[in-house]
Each structure stands twice: as structure tokens, then as C-alpha cells.
């Protein structure tokens, strides 16, 4: 049982460090960034703040979010369902907003991980403008490596139902709530973020800032490598982390 859990948290831990190095990855082509955290890379870029302190900021807002959201959710099931289940669904409500709070450390941590990657990853179109790796099949190809980057991160951490990334948590807490599916719900809230990014940009720096060829890579390229992963690796890394046992 030890081995299983030790498993357990190596993965997800290497899934938020390959999540986090993707992510930044992406910043460093100059073509865009994913939906997710383009909010705080413009507002970082535009007013020169730290990104990882203002996804930092930006992960917060997500978790308080969600823990209005999942307790709309309880009060409704709650009127819905009557007395009988009323405790039980209290009980459950405590749970969830114990997990939404362990999303706090967890931001904190992550976006440190993107604070060190910041740091070492150089801006390719600055620092490589004159070589392959500055050009645009250059940055293009390290795109590409980026979304695979975050693809797997990103299902090697979620695979491990630990503590949602806030990005992920806050999406399936808007499903929840209004009964719609994760998909749909995961596209409208990048087209919510978007518009919310195109629009700071546009008003403040007069250009678009975070949105470009490799947000729209993003937002279809992602979910596909997450798919194709958990195709190839995702019953493998079940079996080691003993995920069949703990259900």
C-alpha cells in the first residue's frame, strides 16, 4: 500500500511540474498562451508584474469561486432532495470545501514552479531572434512541445485525484452547477477568458497581448494529447499507483 502511494504522489507531482514547464514553455514562443492563464499573462506583461504572483492571484479568485459555487450547488440538491439526505449532504459540502481549500497551498507551490521555469526559459524571439530557435518554425515547433508538455501534465496529475489544479477545478465546479458537460463547459470558460484577455489588452496596451496562433493551438491541441496519453499510459500509471483499489 506504501508503494502505491508513493506512486501516487510521484506522478502527480512530476504531472504539476511537467504542467507547469508546458505552460510556461508556451509563454517563452511569443505566439500566445493558453486560455487558462492569459488573464494574468497580460495583465503581468502589460503593467510588468510577476506572472507567477498574479496567476497566484488569478488561482485564488478561481478557488473562491468554486466554493460559492459548491455551495449553490449543495443548497439546491439540499431543497431538492429534502430533510432525509439534508445531513449527508452537509457532510459531503465540508469535504469539497476542505479539497477547494487545499487548492490555496497547492496554487502557491505550483506557481513557484512556474516563477523557477520563467527564470531559466529564455524569450526564444529575444534571445534567439537571429537563430532556427527564434524563427517562426522555430517558436512553432517549440509550441508543439509545449502543448504535449502541458497535455501530460496535466492528465498525469488529474489521473491521480489528488487536488485539482484551481484552472481544472473551477471548470468542473461551473458544470456541476449548471448541469452541463465539462467539454462544454471547458470551451466557454476559455472563450470567457479570452475575451476577457483581448479586452485588457486592447483598452491598456493598445495591442493584443497572450492571444495568438498558440492559444487557438492550445485550446484544440491540449485535450488531444490528454486523450491520446491516457490511451497509451493511463491504465499503466493506474495499475502502479494502485488507483483501482482506492476507486
Known amino acids: 500500500m506504501g508503494k502505491t502511494y508513493l506512486y501516487r504522489g510521484g506522478f502527480y507531482l512530476t504531472g504539476l511540474l511537467i504542467l507547469a514547464l508546458g505552460i510556461t514553455l508556451n509563454t517563452k514562443t511569443g505566439m500566445g498562451v493558453s486560455p487558462i492563464i492569459s488573464v494574468s499573462y497580460s495583465i503581468s506583461t502589460i503593467w510588468g508584474l510577476n506572472f507567477g504572483n498574479m496567476t ?69 524571439k529575444t534571445a534567439y531572434g537571429d537563430s532556427f530557435a527564434g524563427s517562426f518554425t522555430g517558436r512553432l515547433l517549440f509550441l508543439i512541445a509545449a502543448i504535449a508538455l502541458t497535455g501530460i501534465g496535466a492528465a498525469m496529475s488529474l489521473n491521480m485525484r489528488v487536488i485539482p489544479n484551481p484552472g481544472d477545478g473551477i471548470v468542473q465546479a461551473i458544470a456541476d452547477c449548471i448541469e452541463k458537460g465539462v467539454g462544454f463547459t471547458k470551451n466557454c470558460f476559455d472563450i470567457l477568458n479570452i475575451t476577457i484577455t483581448l479586452t485588457v489588452s486592447l483598452v491598456f496596451a493598445g495591442k493584443l497581448v497572450g492571444v495568438g496562433i498558440g492559444t487557438v493551438l492550445a485550446v484544440i491541441g491540449v485535450g488531444r494529447v490528454i486523450a491520446v496519453f491516457n490511451h497509451f499510459c493511463m491504465e499503466k500509471m493506474d495499475n502502479l499507483a494502485g488507483m483501482e483499489q482506492a476507486g
Open 56 to 124: 497566484l492571484v488569478l488561482y485564488a479568485f478561481f478557488v473562491v469561486i468554486e466554493m460559492v459555487l459548491h455551495i449553490i450547488r449543495n443548497q439546491k440538491y439540499t431543497r431538492r432532495e429534502g430533510a432525509v439526505l439534508a445531513h449527508a449532504n452537509k457532510v459531503n459540502l465540508k469535504w469539497v470545501l476542505f479539497m477547494d481549500i487545499l487548492q490555496f497551498p497547492l496554487s502557491l507551490v505550483f506557481t513557484r514552479f512556474l516563477n523557477l521555469f520563467s527564470d531559466w526559459l529564455p524569450d526564444l
